[in-house]
């Protein structure tokens, strides 16, 4: 299989600009520089480039509705927040190969005309944002960053920027909130970003990954990019494996692949042989799926017909033997601990599904908690500011269709009937 | 008692500010550095940063305390995170929180009367491939076991 990132995340031989350069790095950028601006996002919407934050938005739309005057200068944040549970594909860009974000950056800004980009770094990833500074220092004083880069009258300042712990500020509106110095809370749309967005400017946000793939496109064309994936999803994915696999990790996959063969051949199926009861597939917002429905092609479209998301294609992996009731718990303690707290649906039902989930757990459930929680679920869907009420309300919903009796046991026989334990 | 930043600090700051077109910006590299600086933010550590920024004391207040990585109390000199989300969870965190709780004679949420240790449980440190993962201060542990966890504690504990 033909790759797109892997070749430069396969050891620490890319981290430093010579390794990079010394396997073709950069020289995407430059070409680039010798191609009109509109070419470049040309090849990108050609490319079917989905953005990989976990919405899957065609990266080459989003670029297009920046406003097409330059009157206001333009801002690129780069989200390198990566904070959805299940998800850490991003930092494996970030250790390994910076340069790849760092020339996809170069080259997003320049077909788009934007002279500032802030990489938005989520703030425990302390050894990440070390290598990123000194990759972005590297590719300064290399002219590929900074003024006039590569001679192409064209100037580009980039700037590290760290978060400070918080799941929300990877919610678009709310990393520009949090980058101008303010509590990360989501901001009303519209106005969109790309027409208000960080310091009242136009502003696009896009994914580490979605950045990183930028230069295999420019080196190699859209046409080429769009094939190696599906109808509609260009390209490969980085998909992470977690959970008790024999091979947990990131693996770099067509569009295409089956879920299936993700867990048992490319991950080596669960330890010790053991069955598999469920799947939570792209980060812990996305529907659970029963072991029996994971015979399916893990691509946006195809994820979206059985009623769940690719999302990030973090794959969370979970055991026969666990207690569903307790992972449930597990996620609405943290949905209810992110919760900005902005909106009224999302800061009491995260804290209720946390109190009732928690309850039902400890054997203290009372009949009628389950409608209690699809109630709370209704109310708090499609009915706040941004999707955080929705990612804690989609795992509440699926764990109780997919494994209700489970529930109805603990309320029964008010007990964990798996021993309160993983 | 006030607080001033050091001369590299005070260096490190001016750099921060050429960076950003609005001096509001500056605000939460500002309160790392100043983290970095004092050991936690103190009321003084607000006040400073708020003349800094030339943002309001509450301003400042209502960001360091919306963050989860801002310590408004002092930790100790080993700050030992473990995440409890799912990967890490389904992978033995429970086991190893409890472990290191029962090692340190502490319960999360608190410090060793040395001073030594804080321990804290955390959500996802984005390290779920490796799970389950601790983090102390700047650093990951990961793949832990309850005897690698003890020999990273054991390791901090000769480290004086």
């Known amino acids: 299989m033909e790759t797109v990132l892997t070749t430069h995340l396969a050891d620490d031989r890319y981290r430093r600009i010579d390794g990079y350069r010394g396997s073709g790095g950069y020289e995407a950028l430059r070409k680039a520089v010798s191609m009109p601006r509109e070419s470049i996002v040309e090849e990108v919407r050609k490319a079917n480039l989905r953005g990989r934050g976990g919405a899957g938005f065609p990266a080459g739309v989003k670029w297009g ?112 909130n949090s980058l101008e110095g303010k509590r990360g809370w989501p901001r009303l749309k519209p106005p969109f970003p790309a027409s208000v967005g960080a310091f009242g400017l136009p502003t696009l946000v896009n994914n580490v990954e979605t950045l990183a793939d930028v230069p295999w496109i420019v080196a190699n064309g859209g046409e080429r990019f769009a094939a190696l994936g599906c109808e509609k999803n260009g390209g490969t994915r980085l998909v992470g494996v977690s959970g008790p696999v024999e091979r947990p990790g990131v693996y770099e996959l067509p569009a295409n692949v089956n879920l299936r063969d993700v867990i048992y051949d490319i991950a080596g199926g669960l330890r010790g042989g053991k069955p598999l009861k469920a799947v939570i597939p792209g980060g812990s917002s996305t529907p659970v799926l029963r072991a029996e429905e994971i015979d399916v092609t893990f691509d946006i479209e195809s994820m979206a017909k059985i009623g769940t998301m690719a999302g990030t294609s973090g794959v969370i992996v ?90 109805d046991r603990h309320i029964a026989e008010r007990k964990c009937p798996f021993g309160n334990s993983f | 008692m006030s607080v001033v930043f050091s001369e590299a600090a005070r260096a490190e ?57 801002y310590n408004r109390k002092p930790v100790g000199k080993y700050h030992l995170q473990i995440c409890r989300n799912l990967s890490c969870s389904l992978l033995g965190a429970e ?24 321990l804290s449980v955390v959500e996802c440190l984005g390290s779920c491939g490796t799970a389950p993962v601790m983090q102390v201060n700047d650093d990951y542990h990961e793949n832990l076991t309850v005897e690698s966890v003890d020999a990273v504690l054991d390791k901090l504990r000769s480290e004086e």
């Open chain 2, 13 to 69: 700051f001016e750099r921060l500010l050429s960076r950003y077109p609005d001096r509001r910006a500056v605000i939460l590299p500002a309160l790392h550095l100043a983290q970095r600086e004092f050991g936690y933010l103190s009321d003084e550590a607000i006040l400073y940063v708020a003349e800094l920024t030339g943002a309001s004391p509450a301003e400042i207040e209502g960001v360091a305390t919306f963050y989860t990585m």
């Open chain 2, 95 to 118: 086991r190893l929180i409890g472990h290191v709780s029962e090692k340190l004679g502490i319960r999360p949420g608190e410090t060793t009367p040395d001073g030594r240790f804080t």
């Open chain 1, 318 to 407: 979970i055991p026969e033997g666990t207690c569903m009731v307790r992972a449930l718990s597990v996620l609405m303690n943290f949905y209810a601990h992110e919760s900005c707290g902005q909106c009224s649906p999302c800061r009491e039902g995260t804290g209720w599904l946390r109190k009732i989930t928690g309850r039902i757990e400890a054997g203290e459930g009372r009949p009628g908690d389950v409608e209690l929680i699809l109630d709370l679920c209704d109310n708090m869907m499609g009915r706040t500011i941004c999707a955080l009420a929705d990612a804690a309300a989609m795992p509440a919903q699926s764990f109780i269709w997919k494994f209700r009796e489970e529930f």
């Open chain 1, 65 to 176: 509705f920046l406003p097409k005057d330059f009157s206001r200068p333009r801002v690129l944040v780069v989200n390198a927040d990566e904070g959805e549970p299940g998800t850490f594909k991003d930092r494996l860009i970030l250790t390994r190969g910076p340069h790849l974000l760092v020339e996809g950056i170069a080259i997003t800004c320049y077909a788009l005309a934007i002279h500032s980009a802030y990489i938005y770094i989520r703030g425990e990833y302390v050894l990440e944002a070390r290598i990123l500074e000194e990759a972005v220092a590297e590719a300064y004083a290399a002219g590929f960053l900074g003024k006039d880069l590569l001679g192409s009258g064209f100037d580009l300042d980039v700037t590290v920027h760290r978060g400070a712990g918080a799941y929300i500020c990877g919610e678009e509106t709310s990393t520009i």
